[in-house]
């Protein structure tokens, strides 16, 4: 008996070393894009979205490789060729054009909201893959074009949002999956800065994001994404039963067209989501708190959180570290996602199925807004 006893140690010994040795050879695989790694070649739509700021002050890490420039603005496209050094010859006056000429694998979209079905339109019949600018599309109706053509080509269609990149939104995550804090019951997302004039954005953006048309709203579009994205994923892509939203202009003199001050209810069968967006608050913020029946957990920021998982138990805090490449940021994310290294989950941040969820709220958010009334998702 001791001797068999004795072989079965060595053999759970030997598996949890093997098995430890694989996890620390995965995270080895994913700490950086190996040299021997073809970059993914990749195009971007348009420059007027400033968050093209993220992709041309990137540093090289070899993962991917900008090889088009699509923009009629030729001011605008020289003005970023002089800040980050690329050449101008690499500037197509048309989306097609770039698309003929390089034959990208992928496009990055920042271009206005309204503007991504095009993307979708010319991208996916020649099977290049598309990443936009959150939130996925300007209305429910252009995303469930966007949706079809990407089925149909069989393309990726992902969104990016700089909060799918915050290590503590996924610990929290994790921590409501592991039952930390209880059954999940109310959910709050605060974003939102003291407006896009007031912190200096670029005419070029600031000329479509006030446009109701070419964003879809003010902050209830722009910084109501994130709430929805965020709720969506801690559901699990469980499907609201109402939504409702109340928007407000109090610098109607700024922004005439469209709100800056929005919040929106999002009640699903047990929990309720409170999405608060705008462009008045006294310094920018993106933040959440998850509340469960048993505790909290307070996300501040990228790096910072709180949580209390009992009545007893005293609050404790956490600093954390970026997360692990790819899942760090979006180019090198969605560069393993085309390549097959990363498989995306249906459920993921930046996934189709999040996403047209994501826009079937906000959809909803603009109609009660502008009716006062509930509105209820069939």
């Not at 209305?139 to 909060?163: C, G, P, R």
Request: with cysteine.
């Amino acid at each position: 008996m001791t001797y068999k006893i004795s072989l079965m140690t060595k053999y759970i010994l030997t598996c949890t070393t093997i098995l430890t040795l694989l996890v620390l050879m995965s995270h080895l695989v994913y700490s950086q894009p190996s040299s021997k790694t073809e970059p993914l070649r990749v195009g971007i739509a348009g420059l007027s979205h400033s968050h093209v700021h993220w992709i041309l002050g990137r540093t090289d890490r070899g993962d991917v490789k900008i090889v088009g420039i699509a923009e009629q603005n030729k001011e605008l496209a020289q003005r970023y060729a002089d800040q980050y050094g690329y050449p101008m010859d690499m500037v197509f006056s048309s989306l097609d054009a770039m698309l003929d000429e390089v034959k990208p694998d992928a496009v990055l979209a920042f271009n206005s909201i309204y503007g991504h079905l095009e993307v979708v339109q010319a991208c996916a019949p020649k099977g290049v893959h598309v990443m936009v600018e959150k939130p996925l599309a300007v209305s429910f109706d252009h995303a469930l074009k966007m949706k079809e053509l990407a089925e149909k080509h069989q393309i990726h269609l992902l969104t990016n949002y700089e909060t799918t990149w915050y290590p503590t939104n996924h610990k929290a995550f994790e921590m409501v999956g592991d039952n930390a804090i209880g059954k999940l019951h109310k959910i709050v997302v605060r974003d939102g800065h003291k407006g896009p004039r007031e912190i200096g954005v670029n005419e070029e953006f600031l000329e479509w994001l006030t446009d109701p048309k070419l964003n879809g709203g003010g902050a209830i579009i722009d910084f109501g994404c994130y709430g929805a994205n965020l709720a969506t994923w801690l559901t699990k892509g469980e499907r609201p039963e109402s939504v409702y939203a109340s928007t407000k202009q109090l610098k109607p003199e700024v922004y005439p067209k469209v709100d800056d001050e929005a919040t929106i209810v999002v009640n699903y069968a047990y929990t309720q989501a409170i999405i608060q967006a705008s462009w008045n608050w006294p310094f920018s913020r993106k933040d959440m708190d998850l509340y469960g029946n048993s505790g909290y957990i307070l996300v501040d920021n990228k790096s910072d959180m709180r949580y209390k998982t009992g009545a007893k138990k005293p609050q404790q805090s956490l600093k954390l570290d970026d997360r692990q490449y790819p899942f760090d940021d979006p180019f090198g994310y969605l560069a393993a996602v085309v390549k097959g290294e990363i498989i995306l989950d249906k459920n993921d941040l930046s996934s189709l199925e999040n996403n047209m969820l994501v826009v079937e709220i906000l959809d909803a958010a603009v109609k009660s807004a502008q009716s006062g009334k509930v509105v209820k998702l069939k």
